[in-house]
């Protein structure tokens, strides 16, 4: 499925035109974000996912600029703590799942103990195909308690992805961003995208959107665009004054 994807941006739409827009889906973003703080009745829980390079740090910053930080929490999902490991897989992920009138991003998310587990083989293969329904049902239950869930794979092909790998060994302002171990994941490369392919297939009770993702602004521009399609489906009100003094 993903190799028949592609991973740049179509010619619908070019850079300069996207600029315009932009600005225009960002002002309605950061409004509607502030109706939703207000009403206090819904959230929305955003999930990147996507190999090392991919742009999950970058889609965070620039999708949700100028919306305000008290109506956000960000959370980057790493190798589980000896403590979350003595829980269930989910006990790490659950806890920070939005309140109402927040937007939660995930930076990477559960999906990683599927993924992790299944390519390197040290968790059995029965007890990894147990947790495709697991996430089904706890995606489920956010949903009933009206947190719309956006699930974002950002599709950067694998020629991309070393540019921008090289280009923290080569740049010293991105020098921070080299991780050794990204490279090793980089071996990986197929059987991640054999899994990633499995996910969804079988994790599709929310859908999965599959940004193109080799071009920064085109990934911005898209993934914007789904978060405005989310709140439009939200019955949003600005709550109404309550008071005795002025009644």
């Known amino acids: 499925m993903l190799d028949k994807i592609d991973s740049s941006p179509n010619n619908l739409l070019d850079k300069a035109e996207y ?134 794979f950002l599709h950067v092909s694998k020629e991309e992805q070393l540019e921008r790998l090289q280009e923290r060994i080569d740049n010293p302002e991105k020098h921070y961003k080299h991780n050794d171990g990204d490279w090793e994941t980089r071996e990986h490369w197929d059987n991640y995208m054999k899994v990633y392919q499995s996910i969804f297939e079988k994790c599709n009770t929310i859908p999965w959107n599959i940004i193109p993702s080799d071009k920064n602004w085109y990934k911005t521009y898209t993934i914007t665009k789904k978060i405005i399609e989310a709140f439009e489906s939200m019955d949003l009100e600005w709550p109404e004054l309550e008071t005795e003094k002025f009644n």
């Open 19 to 152: 600029k315009d827009e932009l600005k225009q889906l960002n002002k309605q973003l950061v409004d509607y974000q502030k109706k939703m703080n207000a009403q206090g009745k819904y959230s929305i829980l955003i999930i990147f996912q996507g190999m090392d390079a991919s742009g999950k740090d970058g889609a965070t910053r620039r999708v949700l600029e100028g919306v305000n930080p008290s109506g956000i929490h960000v959370k980057s999902f790493k190798k589980p703590t000896d403590e979350e490991f003595a829980h269930d897989f989910l006990w790490r992920v659950h806890q920070h799942s939005p309140a109402k009138g927040m937007i939660q991003v995930f930076n990477r998310s559960h999906y990683e103990d599927i993924l992790v587990p299944s390519v390197l083989g040290y968790i059995p293969k029965e007890v990894v195909e147990e947790r495709y329904e697991m996430i089904n049902k706890f995606e489920e239950l956010l949903e009933h308690n009206n947190t719309k869930v956006l699930k974002f």
